[in-house]
């Protein structure tokens, strides 16, 4: 420990140039003790959440008057809440905002009047193409709702975390503890987390659920059957609550599971007997499809304030032409191909000679640490992050650091004598899902903008899929410091996995270690068992499951951290980025032979 502190306490090149590590911090291994220890900032969150809360405006003491929501609403729009670029008023926003206004006035209405029974309940939908503004909306409306009801009236939740943090929530399974298989007879009832979750949805009247279309109807019919549970009202519909949901069905439907917007009807020619048998086996979507028809008001934002010029006709014609794309538009398409430009004095799509490089990604919008790079495969993500890595490392002035994972055969294939290849092999496995998103090779350098793959506090966002920078790095205590620092020098690998990492949650306001400041944690290295199921060439030790299937369980020590700037199509899903390049792989034989360019036996877009 003495040691780690010291070789902490002395890596000056490590540090952010406007911040070091304070020298009375510790050493690592108290910061280490202390990682998953995130009451105290919890609770100071929560005191001062308190306090601005009770500072909030509240119209409640007003003058019990029954247009008095719909006059605040008004003054919101006069304000400019719901305005197009143009500075005229969008009437799709405006009107989403005025049905959750009509649903606080009854509210309050019958709350005034003194009326008993169940308060009205408002199921509304809002849909759009990108950029239309529905995460905008669903927040406005969420402060609108509190504004009245109380802060704590409200609660926010997604399917990824990603989007989870963009409403300020969390992701559905976990607030309210729904399993992500069906039910059993062991995870039907709330189980240990029963007064935690009864105690946390007490107050709450309106669920606000975004990027719906990745929810699958399963999901969907086992969170309302939860909902029911934590609100102790069985025979409601979600409990009782409202429910606001958003997304673009257009976008990424639902991984290996059924959409809500499917219909799901039986085909007309089963029998009696074979109709059962289909429902039986749907049963779990077929109740998730009824929860979804319930929804009785929706808007569909149809202005987007993001995509202008030709890509709001590219839009345009996507939406409106089921994906049909007019010669026009594919010419404007194939003219932001990478390698390719329009030019203007021939008027067509002309390739660029493959030894002059494309001058449009020297652009800021596209040279920036702020713009994303998407891709469809993990392999492809892997090499697409060495690629942006060198750059970003390059912009912020650091030498490029590599971090190999530490594998060994562990667990069940313990005693297993592998040769050198397979630990080679392991190393190249880039499925994030495979690996538990614990990365083969890291590269890492100090102001990195990363995304955690561990979930340490979810009352504070600090879950998978939160961005964070990284401030400082623990090393090893045997790890050599001797390398230059020199952002023109060849990428330096490190020998052993560092101890951590300090990360700091950018504009986060608690505090969880005083030394460190706001919104900067410690994120220890990790260990996680992983399968590596072994091909028919690969004739190595091995050990067989329950089917007989012949596989190697990794145990793998590196942090768990993922880059940011290169995410595959889900990891991109709701995210609003200033600029991005799309690496679209696919095999020859699934390629438009117009729009993609032979590459190795490959095409890509």
Known sequence: SSAASDVYKRQENACAADWEPPVDMG???????????????????????????SAAPSLLPSPREPDLVFRRAAEWLAEGKCLTSEGTLNLKQAASLLVAAAWVQEV????????????????????GGPGTGKTAMSNMIKDFVRLFLGADCTRQGAFMHSAARLVDGETLNSMLSVPIVPFTNKTKTLGDRKEELLYAWAPTAALFVDEISMISAELLGRSEQRARQVKKKESDLWGGMSVVASGDFGQLPPVNSTSVADP????????PEARRSWELDRAEALRGRQVWKSFESCVMLDYSRR??????????EMLVEGGRLSDRTWTVLQGRTVGFKFDKSRKRVIPIAPHLPDERLARETFSS??????VLRHSVRVLQVLDRARHCARLAGRRLLMVPAADRAGSAASGLALPTYMYWKF??????????????????FVSLEVVLEEKLCPELGIVRGCRCIVDSIVYDPE?????????????????????GLIL???????????????????????RRTWRYDLKENETVQHVLDDRGRRYIAVERLQLPISNAQVLTDYGLQGQTVPGIILCLLYTSDAADERSSVDLGGRRII
């Open 27 to 53: 050493d690592a291994s108290a910061l280490h003790e202390r990682e998953r220890d995130w009451d105290t900032a919890v609770a100071r969150h929560r005191r001062a959440g308190h306090a601005v809360r």
């Open 427 to 444: 190393a190249a496995d880039a499925t994030a899902t495979r690996t538990k998103y614990l990365a083969g090779v890291l590269p890492l």
């Open 264 to 271: 799901l009807e039986p085909p007309a020619s089963l029998d």
């Open 108 to 127: 309050l209405n019958q709350k005034w009047l003194g009326i008993r029974g169940q308060p009205p309940q408002l199921l509304f939908t809002i849909i």
């Open 307 to 316: 995509c202008k010029g030709d890509l709001r006709v590219l839009l345009e």
């Open 369 to 374: 640490d702020s713009c994303r790079v998407g």
């Open 504 to 526: 700091r949650v950018p504009d986060a306001t608690w505090i969880k270690e005083p030394a460190l400041g706001p919104g900067r944690f410690f994120l220890s290295r990790v």
């Open 479 to 499: 790890e050599r410091l001797d390398f230059e620092d020199d952002p023109k020098l060849e990428p330096y690998v490190l020998q052993r996995v560092p101890l």
